[in-house]
């Protein structure tokens, strides 16, 4: 997270080379979330795959510009997710420089609570996005398992404690994801969660102007146009442990421009005896004008926190709150050899040639 990171690192400088000095739990958490995934060893290429080495199964989803389907690749067992979104209607809707910067901050990042990204693809029609798979769905999703959309405690400190990771790795690769909220917040086989959706991600050198965002998690700051810098992710970190222990937002209102007043005057209230009070001093230190709001030092270190080993955190050591079933079909689907992942282009839907050149380099 933003501003008060500093590790236990001490860099020393000399006439041939420069050299850091640093502890090893902090080097695999600044660097790559674990330097014993650099040691692993016979793991799959994904730079040899083919899109014809593919196959599809069953739907998972679908959105404004494409579906996700279950995937495997032809001989293995290891299931993903592929989504699969069409050029025409990213040109249509004026999205093709935000899925190709989505496409560049995914490559750029390797953390085992950020969403991976293993390969990409694409063909006349469509581009395609080979994605881990977290099978447990939304952590939104999770929150309604629960009487009035409320985690327990220690379930929603487990996955805040994981996000709050994720958030410091891309901080300290000065990338804010600007849009953190529960339902981008997912939960994967093994019970942890990772981040996902960086199609409003940005590298901020310095401070970024555009304003962006789901309203309800937006820092003041955004409404100002005076510019944000990551920190706006520790307000949404904020609002999003609020809505796992309240069932909703600290924020509401009628319209959005009423909204935005209560967001710029940071007015809110806590349900009177809901909260524990280590959890709604955190929130109330979070949603404060930038200024005043905790870095993730400050955060790291704050008594919410207090049972969590962040080392066991890293190296997946503590027992996650709740693991996903597994699918029993699963194993059957990928068993079966279905066609390749590669559709016939109904004429209608065929990008021009010329404009073919948008999507260059995907």
């Known amino acids: 997270m933003h501003d008060s990171y500093t590790s236990d690192g001490v860099i020393t400088f000399?006439?041939?080379?420069?050299?850091?000095?640093?502890?090893?739990?902090?080097?695999?958490?600044?660097?790559?979330?674990?330097?014993?995934?650099?040691?692993?060893?016979?793991?799959?290429?994904?730079?040899?795959?083919?899109?014809?080495?593919?196959?599809?199964?069953k739907l998972l989803g679908e959105g404004s510009f494409g579906k996700v389907y279950l995937t495997s690749i032809k001989g293995q067992k290891n299931p993903y997710a592929l989504k699969i979104m069409n050029k025409k209607a990213l040109i249509e809707q004026d999205q093709v420089e935000n899925v190709k910067w989505e496409k560049d901050i995914m490559n750029r990042?390797?953390?085992?609570?950020?969403?991976?990204?293993?390969?990409?693809?694409?063909?006349?029609?469509?581009?395609?996005?080979?994605?881990?798979?977290?099978?447990?769905?939304?952590?939104?999703?999770?929150?309604?398992?629960?009487?009035?959309?409320?985690?327990?405690?220690?379930?929603?400190?487990?996955?805040?404690?994981?996000?709050?990771?994720?958030?410091?790795?891309?901080?300290?690769?000065?990338?804010?994801?600007?849009?953190?909220?529960?339902?981008?917040?997912?939960?994967?086989?093994?019970?942890?969660?990772?981040?996902?959706?960086?199609?409003?991600?940005?590298v901020i050198e310095d401070v970024s102007y555009t304003a962006c965002g789901s309203p309800m998690y937006m820092a003041p700051e955004f409404l100002k146009s005076k510019g944000h810098t990551p920190s706006?992710?520790?307000?949404?970190?904020?609002?999003?442990?609020?809505?796992?222990?309240?069932?909703?937002?600290?924020?509401?209102?009628?319209d959005q421009l009423e909204l935005f007043k209560l967001v710029a005057k940071c007015r809110y209230e806590f349900p009177y005896g809901l909260l524990h009070p280590d959890a709604e001093d955190l929130i109330a230190n979070l949603l404060v004008k930038k200024k005043k709001r905790l870095g993730a030092k400050a955060v790291r270190e704050h008594p919410f926190f207090q049972s969590i080993d962040w080392d066991d955190l890293m190296e997946?050591?503590?027992?996650?709150?709740?693991?996903?079933?597994?699918?029993?079909?699963?194993?059957?689907?990928?068993?079966?050899?279905?066609?390749?992942?590669i559709e016939p282009c109904d004429d209608e839907d065929i990008v021009e040639i010329g404009v073919q050149d948008l999507f260059e380099g995907f």
């Not at 390797?110 to 990204?117: D, K």
């Not at 693809?121 to 581009?127: A, K, L, Y």
């Open 109 to 202: 990042i390797e953390h085992p609570f950020v969403l991976q990204l293993r390969a990409t693809f694409q063909d006349t029609n469509n581009i395609y996005l080979l994605l881990r798979l977290a099978r447990g769905g939304e952590v939104f999703q999770r929150m309604q398992c629960f009487s009035k959309g409320r985690l327990p405690l220690e379930d929603a400190r487990f996955y805040t404690a994981c996000l709050y990771e994720a958030l410091t790795y891309l901080h300290l690769h000065k990338i804010a994801h600007r849009d953190v909220k529960p339902e981008n917040v997912l939960i994967t086989n093994d019970g942890y969660c990772i981040l996902i959706d960086y199609g409003m991600a940005k």
């Open 316 to 341: 997946k050591k503590i027992e996650p709150p709740w693991k996903p079933g597994v699918d029993e079909d699963l194993s059957e689907l990928i068993a079966g050899e279905e066609g390749s992942i």
């Open 232 to 254: 706006v992710d520790c307000w949404a970190f904020g609002v999003t442990l609020y809505e796992m222990l309240v069932g909703y937002t600290p924020f509401d209102a009628m």
């Open 14 to 57: 000399t006439e041939d080379c420069t050299c850091m000095l640093v502890s090893f739990p902090n080097l695999g958490r600044a660097i790559n979330g674990g330097l014993e995934r650099i040691l692993q060893s016979g793991q799959f290429d994904f730079s040899v795959l083919k899109l014809q080495d593919l196959r599809k199964h």
